[in-house]
């Protein structure tokens, strides 16, 4: 079974705080995705990577930067947390090859900024 | 851009009802539609579609896509309480970036006992 897990389930920080938020995958799947998912607007994409060191921006890359070091592993950075970056955040990783697009995710870290 | 729409984005139904979720998408050089199902966690794929016409099943769920119209179903049949979540479409479009997906604003299914 593929295995998405992430650091945290639920977080609390304050405005102005560096926030990590840490993804860790075990099927050797070369793309991974962080989300993030509010009411009425489903799943945005805030940044994607599909090798180590390599990443691209999503739909809504401001105020996130992310890191890929490691196969396996892929952070969320919220470099100084906002009260409008309130969310749920997925991660989800797949395969890099035409034909195999699903992607498996963890099971999110619902994250609030006071 | 591309882009992809639900609707409803919700529904309340009985159990034994059968309900019809849609998915319609505007992208660039598609590739394949997936629905996912989401209850109080993370999303769980139910199927991927590729070819017009053809239904894929399972159970009481089915699935088609029209490549034509850029639209698919989603049927449930004899609906269940278990079947209360969240139905998220997404497509896979073109480019070079195998994989990335773009999601719709998801459907929220409620059945009553």
């Known amino acids: 079974d593929v295995k998405v897990t992430q650091s945290s389930r639920y977080l609390v920080k304050r405005t102005g705080e560096k926030v990590f938020l840490e993804c860790v995958q075990d099927m050797d799947h070369e793309n991974m995705f962080w989300y993030r998912q509010d009411p009425g607007l489903g799943l945005r994409l805030i940044y994607f990577?599909?090798?180590?060191?390599?990443?691209e921006k999503g739909d809504i890359p401001e105020g996130y930067s992310v890191s890929r070091e490691k196969k396996e592993r892929f952070s969320l950075i919220l470099e100084s947390a906002s009260t409008n970056q309130t969310s749920m955040y997925l991660c989800?990783?797949?395969?890099?090859?035409?034909?195999?697009?699903?992607?498996?995710f963890g099971p999110g870290t619902r994250l609030t900024v006071l | 851009e591309d882009k992809v729409v639900q609707s409803p984005l919700s529904l309340v139904v009985h159990e034994g009802d059968t309900v019809t979720l849609n998915c319609s998408y505007e992208?660039?050089?598609?590739?394949?539609l997936l629905w996912y199902k989401q209850e109080k966690k993370a999303p769980t794929f139910l199927f991927m579609l590729?070819?017009?016409?053809i239904e894929k099943k399972s159970g009481r769920l089915s699935s088609i896509l029209d490549k034509k119209e850029l639209f698919s179903i989603l049927n449930i049949t004899a609906t269940q309480t278990g079947d209360s979540a969240v139905y998220l479409c997404?497509?896979?479009?073109?480019?070079?970036?195998?994989?990335?997906?773009?999601f719709g604003q998801g459907t929220i299914l409620t059945v009553h006992p």
């Open positions: 992208v660039t050089n598609f590739r394949s």
């Open positions: 590729t070819s017009s016409g």
């Open positions: 990577s599909y090798d180590v060191k390599m990443k």
């Open positions: 997404a497509v896979e479009a073109g480019g070079t970036s195998y994989g990335k997906l773009t």
């Open positions: 989800a990783s797949s395969f890099f090859r035409s034909g195999l697009p699903e992607q498996f």
